[in-house]
Structure formats: C-alpha cells, structure tokens
C-alpha cells in the first residue's frame, strides 16, 4: 500500500471514530435529556469533538436522528413478522405480538419518554413514529391472518392497545410479561367482534 493510500485510510478511520462517538454521545443526551434539551455545544463536549465537527458530519438534526435511530434500535427486541410464526392461531399470535412489542417498549423506554411528546414540534421523531406506527398496524393485521381478516376498527384499538402510552399504564405495578399478557388478552376478547372468519 502506497503512503498516499495509507494515509487515506487513517484518515477514513479517523472520521469514521469521530461519528460513531458524536452518535453514541448523542445516544446518551438524548436518553437523558430529549432531542430538545440536548444541543450540538452538549454533543461535541461529550464526544470530545469539536462543535463544527459535530456540524461537518450532521448538518441538520434530521440526520443525527437517523444516525441515533440506527445505533439503538438493532439492539432493541425485534418487532417483525418473524415473532409471530410460532403462534397456530389469531389469539396466539396477538400474545406473540404484544410480548415483542412491550418488550421493545421496555428497552426504548429512556428515549421515547422524550421523543413521544417531543414529537409534536419535532418533524424528524413525527415521521419516524409514524412510520412504526404503520409497520405495527401491518403486524396486527397479519397476526390475525389466514384465518381472519381485521376491520380497521380492530387494527385502531389493537394499536391503541400496544402503544407506547398504553405500555405504560398498563406496565405500572405490573411485570412486562405480564403487561403484555394482559394486552393480549384484551386482543383475543374483541377479537370475534371485530374480525371477519375466512372459512
């Protein structure tokens, strides 16, 4: 390897360093203060950077919310239509479902204590919420497939019921485990009511 090469490779290296401790720094910020109370002067203290440093590798908060989205949430409990292939029916899928769900809830809990109310003035956590408030509703949906299809109305109180907010309430004096039956119980409850049988 020539010493241009080389040295261009350090310096990759270097960059590539810089980030990843302005992302876990940020990680921590936002954990401990919400995307509005931590600024960009917190962030280079913390990363040991400098504030136009912190600018050079995100010029817009948009993109250091899909850079900390991208850190935390692989590490998260993974809410995908894998969860739901042990279950050989509607109701057991929906127990599948709400114990992957809460269990997300759980580890997520530091930042979206914050970033639920933050939402409402912060556009970037608006779209990001939204687009798992979409893939949760498609999840609802297939849990209760092939054998019966979901009325909108199912979809929306299931929803209500595995959010964030509901995980909440219902997780006060309770164990996760049993939070989360107990939302899956709810589900099975309304389950005849509000979805239509295949056969």
């Known amino acids: 390897m020539g010493r241009r090469r080389y040295q261009q490779k350090v310096r990759a290296e270097q ?9 876990r720094a940020t990680v921590a910020l936002h954990a401990k203060h919400g995307v509005l109370g931590t600024s960009y002067p917190m962030i280079a203290a ?6 136009q440093t912190v600018y050079n590798h995100f010029p817009d908060l948009g993109q250091l919310i899909d ?13 995908t239509p894998e969860v739901l292939k042990p279950g050989r ?11 992957a769900v809460y269990a997300q809830h759980e580890y997520l809990e530091p930042w979206m204590r914050f970033a639920w109310h933050e939402a ?9 919420l939204n687009q798992a408030t979409t893939r949760l509703k498609e999840l609802i949906a297939l849990a209760v497939k092939p054998e019966r299809v979901a ?6 109180a299931a929803h209500a019921l595995l959010d964030y907010p509901s995980w909440k309430l ?3 004096g309770r164990s996760g485990d049993d939070a989360a039956k107990l939302a899956g119980d709810c589900l099975a409850a ?7 049988a295949t056969k």
């Open 15 to 23: 960059l590539e360093q810089k980030r990843d401790r302005i992302v």
């Open 46 to 51: 913390r990363a040991r950077v400098s504030i």
């Open 67 to 79: 850079a900390c989205t991208g850190h935390v949430t692989p590490q998260a409990p993974a809410v």
């Open 89 to 99: 029916n509607p109701e057991q899928r929906l127990q599948l479902l709400a114990h």
């Open 120 to 128: 409402r003035v912060v556009s970037e956590l608006e779209a990001m």
């Open 151 to 156: 009325s909108p109305e199912f979809i929306d």
């Open 170 to 172: 219902l997780s006060q």
């Open 190 to 196: 309304v389950l005849p009511a509000l979805t239509r």
